[in-house]
């Protein structure tokens, strides 16, 4: 064990670093975890639903578990989350749900938060109070906060009710046109979420588009949910229906797969596929980028699953040009811009990431972080205010390097390491569990 400072300061005695060897390639097929963002919304939704919700291929990581401990404590039953295994919740209504007798923890998972802002909002006359870890506490919260109180909810916490721990005070919601402050899936949502319990419509104007999970779900169990404007950016919401339980088979998570996608891309003698990859539009930016970059990517057996396009994808290491990014592309690939660093590397020229500045308030401060490891191992870069800029074919090396716990730092780095001159050693690795728990044993077995 050996002492490691901590994103906010603090000190923490952690496990052995991991050894990052370098050389090598990666051949073989891999399927990756259910995709988060669909995994939350199917627990959320399942809960206020009538019936039994069964789910396929749900998450087994942190953040959804917080999700699911979070109803369990408002009177709802989940069933253990096992990977391999069927989840099954069964709905307690739209306003079943009881007020907890302790704080709801949401762990380091920003949506759980988030979400629960939303859901929680208009249980009139019940009282709900939600915390999480340090990471979680130092989050904006403010951002979903605002929009909801002018549909009337009462939320307070530190900072005027920007940071948690968060109290709600359900209130009688009111039908509202409300813009939302940042394009931001996780504020769309928790105002969707708040829009069912309000005494009228209401329309969410997004300033670029979001992923749209949480839409199509919503329309599955019975929602009356209408989508129009430029890109969809127009969501409206009428109050009644009753939501019914539904089958829901997640598909694996592009943001997981994006890991692969680019380590295949970069590698020496690479061919991976990626088996059961969601492919919604509103998630597909990761590929246009590679495809930009002249990566090698092919979709195979595209489908239809449940609502959400479904493929395989298969990777083939091959030279690869800069690439640059901004404003209404970046909501599409917020996840995947860790990655993507490491991609720009790799690449001839220099690449650009801007109107990126929501990746300052992720697990962490991603653009730093991400800077702050690369040129540890060698990088060229600059940091800039909302982005970085990337030069090209800069030899990486072998470095002592830091998740900074940040389950995406941590599995872009381990991508790093692939192409590096030397061992490289990460700290922190086990933040990765937090999103993809198998994922250094994938690692293992592709480079075998």
């Known amino acids: 064990m050996s002492p490691s400072a901590g994103a906010d300061g603090s000190v923490d005695l952690l496990v052995a670093p991991l050894a990052l060897p370098a050389g090598g390639s990666l051949s073989g097929t891999v399927k990756v975890p259910g995709d988060k963002s669909i995994s939350h919304r199917a627990l959320l939704f399942g809960a206020i639903a009538e019936g039994r919700t069964r789910i396929d291929g749900l998450l087994p990581a942190e953040d959804p578990l917080s999700t699911a401990a979070c109803l369990r404590a408002m009177g709802v039953t989940v069933s253990p989350i096992e990977a391999g295994e069927p989840v099954l919740v069964e709905g307690v209504g739209l306003d079943g749900l009881q007020e907890p007798a302790q704080v709801l923890d949401c762990g380091n998972s920003g949506t759980t938060m988030r979400l629960m802002l939303g859901l929680l909002a208009g249980r009139r006359g019940r009282h709900f109070v939600l915390s999480g870890d340090a990471s979680l506490r130092s989050r904006?919260?403010?951002?979903?906060?605002?929009?909801?109180?002018?549909?009337?909810?009462?939320?307070?916490?530190?900072?005027?009710?920007?940071?948690?721990?968060?109290?709600?005070?359900?209130?009688?919601?009111?039908?509202?046109?409300?813009?939302?402050?940042?394009?931001?899936?996780?504020?769309?949502?928790?105002?969707?979420?708040?829009?069912?319990?309000?005494?009228?419509?209401?329309?969410?104007?997004?300033?670029?588009?979001?992923?749209?999970?949480?839409?199509?779900?919503?329309?599955?169990?019975?929602?009356?949910?209408?989508?129009?404007?430029?890109?969809?950016?127009?969501?409206t919401v009428r109050p009644g229906p009753t939501l019914r339980g539904q089958s829901v088979v997640v598909p694996g998570d592009i943001s997981?797969?994006?890991?692969?996608?680019?380590?295949?891309?970069?590698?020496?003698?690479?061919?991976?596929?990626?088996?059961?990859?969601?492919?919604?539009?509103?998630?597909?930016?990761?590929?246009?980028?590679?495809?930009?970059?002249?990566?090698?990517?092919?979709?195979?057996?595209?489908?239809?699953?449940?609502?959400?396009?479904?493929?395989?994808?298969?990777?083939?290491?091959?030279?690869?040009?800069?690439?640059?990014?901004?404003?209404?592309?970046?909501?599409?690939?917020?996840?995947?811009?860790?990655?993507?660093?490491?991609?720009?590397?790799?690449?001839?020229?220099?690449?650009?990431?801007?109107?990126?500045?929501?990746?300052?308030?992720?697990?962490?401060?991603?653009?730093?972080?991400?800077?702050?490891?690369?040129?540890?191992?060698?990088?060229?870069?600059?940091?800039?205010?909302?982005?970085?800029?990337?030069?090209?074919?800069?030899?990486?090396?072998?470095?002592?390097?830091?998740?900074?716990?940040?389950?995406?730092?941590?599995?872009?780095?381990?991508?790093?390491?692939?192409?590096?001159l030397g061992d490289s050693r990460l700290h922190r690795p086990e933040a990765a569990a937090v999103s993809y728990p198998g994922f250094w044993d994938d690692l293992a077995r592709l480079r075998a």
């Open 140 to 235: 904006p919260m403010r951002r979903v906060g605002e929009p909801l109180a002018q549909m009337g909810a009462r939320i307070h916490g530190r900072q005027d009710g920007n940071l948690a721990p968060l109290a709600v005070q359900g209130q009688p919601l009111h039908g509202s046109v409300i813009g939302t402050p940042v394009a931001s899936a996780q504020v769309k949502s928790a105002l969707l979420l708040a829009a069912l319990t309000a005494d009228g419509p209401t329309t969410v104007i997004e300033p670029a588009p979001t992923r749209d999970h949480s839409e199509r779900m919503l329309r599955a169990f019975g929602a009356d949910l209408e989508v129009g404007g430029d890109l969809g950016r127009f969501i």
């Open 256 to 420: 997981s797969a994006a890991f692969w996608l680019v380590a295949g891309a970069i590698t020496p003698g690479a061919d991976l596929t990626i088996e059961n990859v969601g492919l919604n539009p509103s998630r597909t930016g990761i590929l246009e980028v590679l495809e930009r970059m002249g990566a090698r990517i092919e979709v195979l057996n595209a489908r239809d699953v449940a609502g959400e396009p479904v493929g395989e994808l298969r990777v083939r290491h091959g030279p690869l040009r800069a690439f640059s990014i901004e404003g209404p592309m970046i909501p599409r690939l917020v996840d995947e811009i860790p990655v993507l660093a490491v991609a720009a590397c790799c690449a001839d020229g220099t690449s650009r990431i801007s109107g990126a500045a929501e990746l300052r308030v992720k697990e962490t401060d991603r653009l730093a972080v991400m800077a702050r490891q690369l040129t540890a191992m060698g990088a060229r870069l600059e940091e800039h205010p909302d982005g970085l800029s990337i030069a090209g074919l800069t030899p990486l090396h072998g470095a002592e390097v830091d998740s900074e716990t940040d389950h995406r730092v941590a599995m872009s780095l381990a991508v790093a390491s692939l192409v590096a």
